[in-house]
Structures are given as structure tokens and as C-alpha cells.
């Protein structure tokens, strides 16, 4: 399968622990953007990266989401001491060009429940 | 700041007939106007895009229009069958980040 792959695909954590979830884009897609999407709402932007550089963060996002994609290949999306209110599906999605305009192809997402 | 508006959030039609979804966005810079179709627990699939130097694109049963004056983008499908049944999204862009609206779920009945 050469689409956009996301690992893992469950994620069940308690309140409070830290969770990385990791990002495979398209082999030549050189950004790579994280959403967040809850039940019954659309994707919500949360960050993006042209090669290695982040270059854009919501405002939406707290200091304790922080991701990273160091080689200008897959990426890490980290967040720490989790709350309920994390629960949600986090989704994937690579592009090829400068950003306006490139279809974005989208993982299967990583679904995770806080408890 | 930037926002997108979709209606209806449920639309139910009988087989054979269209449907229209319609959306507004607030950032008059956005030039890339996507719809997404995600079927129960899929991924969002991309269906049809229009750029702003264009006012309609159609793609067989699927057209996109675009109003820049308004703000404005709409989704017709025509002949629905029942596998057109899931939820669409809309979505405006300026520098690639998606602004999503908040989808529309349709029901197509046999």
C-alpha cells in the first residue's frame, strides 16, 4: 500500500500519560499535515510541515501537543499528560507542492479514547 | 478569523434524484475549494476541488460551483444511487492548512 499511512490505529490511554502517534506519508510528498476531527464535526487543522520545517500551529493547540518530522519523511505527534477532552481521531493527510491548492491524501487516522 | 459554513447537516433524497450542498468562507484570500466524502469510519476521500480562477468544474454526476463575490461554493450531485450515501465535506484553503466545515451527512433511499 503506497497511500498515507498512521500507527497505531487505536489508541486507549488514562488521563494523564503522555501518547505518540506516528505519521507515514507518500514517499515523495514533501508536506504533511495533522488534523484532529471529533464525532459529527470536520477535520480541525492542527499543524503542518513543508519537508522538516513546521510551519504553521493552531491556536487551538496546547503547549502539550507538540509534533515533529525530522527527516522530512514521516512524522511524530506527541501529547502530553492527556485529558478527556483529547479523545478524538487524529488524521494524516500528505501533499506534493507548495501547499495552494495540492490534494491533500489522507491516513486511516489514529483513533484515541482518554479515560 | 477563518471559517467555514456548511448546510445542510443531514440531507435525505430519494434515489435518482440531486442533491446540493452549499458553503460560505470567511477568508476572501482562499483560492482552493475542496470536497471530501468519508464514508463510516474511512478516511476522507477527496471527490472534487475548484480553484478561484474557475466558476464551475464537473466531473460525470459531480459539480462544483464557485461564487468569489459572495463567498460562496456549492456541491451538486445529480442521479444519486445509494453508494453516494455518507458524509461530505466542504473546505476553503489559502496556504494549504484545510478549514473544514462541518459536513453534511446524506442519505440517498433506495
Known amino acids: 500500500d503506497t497511500g498515507v499511512s498512521q500507527d497505531p490505529r487505536h489508541k486507549i490511554t488514562k488521563r494523564g500519560q503522555n501518547v505518540t502517534f506516528r505519521c507515514d506519508p507518500i514517499?515523495?510528498?514533501?508536506?504533511l499535515y495533522w488534523y484532529r476531527q471529533t464525532l459529527g464535526q470536520g477535520p480541525e487543522f492542527l499543524t503542518y510541515?513543508?519537508?522538516?520545517?513546521?510551519?504553521?500551529k493552531s491556536r487551538l493547540l496546547s503547549d502539550r501537543f507538540s509534533a515533529e518530522r525530522p527527516k522530512g519523511s514521516f512524522s511524530t505527534l506527541e501529547i502530553q499528560r492527556t485529558e478527556q477532552g483529547d479523545s478524538a481521531m487524529y488524521l494524516c493527510?500528505?501533499?506534493?507542492?507548495?501547499?495552494?491548492?495540492?490534494?491533500?491524501?489522507f491516513g486511516p487516522g489514529t483513533r484515541l479514547t482518554v479515560t | 478569523g477563518e471559517n467555514v459554513e456548511q448546510h445542510p447537516s443531514t440531507l435525505s433524497v430519494q434515489e435518482g434524484d440531486s442533491a446540493v450542498i452549499k458553503c460560505t468562507y470567511s477568508?476572501?484570500?482562499?483560492?482552493?475549494f475542496p470536497w471530501y466524502k468519508q464514508e463510516l469510519g474511512k478516511r476522507p476521500q477527496l471527490i472534487i476541488d475548484?480553484?478561484?480562477?474557475?466558476g464551475e468544474k464537473k466531473d460525470q454526476r459531480i459539480a462544483v460551483t464557485l461564487n468569489k463575490t459572495a463567498k460562496h461554493f456549492s456541491l451538486h450531485i445529480t442521479e444519486t444511487q445509494p453508494e453516494d450515501s455518507a458524509v461530505y465535506f466542504c473546505a476553503a484553503s489559502r496556504t494549504g492548512k484545510l478549514i473544514f466545515g462541518q459536513g453534511t451527512t446524506l442519505q440517498v433511499k433506495p
Open positions: 493527510a500528505s501533499s506534493y507542492g507548495q501547499g495552494e491548492g495540492d490534494e491533500q491524501y
Open positions: 477568508d476572501s484570500a482562499s483560492n482552493y
Open positions: 514517499s515523495e510528498h514533501n508536506r
Open positions: 475548484i480553484r478561484s480562477n474557475v
Open positions: 510541515f513543508q519537508n522538516e520545517a513546521q510551519l504553521e
